[in-house]
Nanobody
Framework: QVQLVESGGGLVQAGGSLALSCAASGIIFSNVVMGWYRQTPGNQRELVASITSGGSTYYVDSVKGRFTISRDNSKNTVFLQMNSLKPEDTAVYYC????????WGQGTQVTVSS
C-alpha cells in the first residue's frame, strides 16, 4: 500500500520561507517521479514542481527561482523548499506520485500573509 505523508507548511509572512517534506512508503521510491501540487478553493490542483528518479526537475513558471524540489532516495523523501513566498502561494500543497495509479498525500496548508 502506497502512503505519502507530508509535513511542514504553516503560516508565514510574505518574503519568508517554508519547507515541506513528503515521506513515501509502499513504493520503489528511487524509480518514481515525485511531484508537489497545490490547490486553492474552487480551483484544480496545479503542478508546482516535480523531480524524476534521475534528478531532473520541472517548475511551474510562477515559482521558478523561488522554490526548489529535491529528493533523498535513501530516506524515501521528497522536499520542497519555498523561499520568497507570496500571498498567491497560499494553498493546500499535496505530494504526488504514480505507479500506474495516482497516489496523493493528505495535503498540508501553506498560508502566506501580506
Amino acid at each position: 500500500q502506497v502512503q505519502l505523508v507530508e509535513s511542514g507548511g504553516g503560516l508565514v509572512q510574505a518574503g519568508g520561507s517554508l519547507a515541506l517534506s513528503c515521506a513515501a512508503s509502499g513504493i520503489i521510491f528511487s524509480n518514481v517521479v515525485m511531484g508537489w501540487y497545490r490547490q486553492t478553493p474552487g480551483n484544480q490542483r496545479e503542478l508546482v514542481a516535480s523531480i524524476t528518479s534521475g534528478g531532473s526537475t520541472y517548475y511551474v513558471d510562477s515559482v521558478k527561482g523561488r522554490f526548489t524540489i529535491s529528493r533523498d532516495n535513501s530516506k524515501n523523501t521528497v522536499f520542497l523548499q519555498m523561499n520568497s513566498l507570496k500571498p498567491e502561494d497560499t494553498a493546500v500543497y499535496y505530494c504526488h506520485t504514480r505507479n500506474g495509479l495516482n497516489f496523493w498525500g493528505q495535503g498540508t496548508q501553506v498560508t502566506v500573509s501580506s
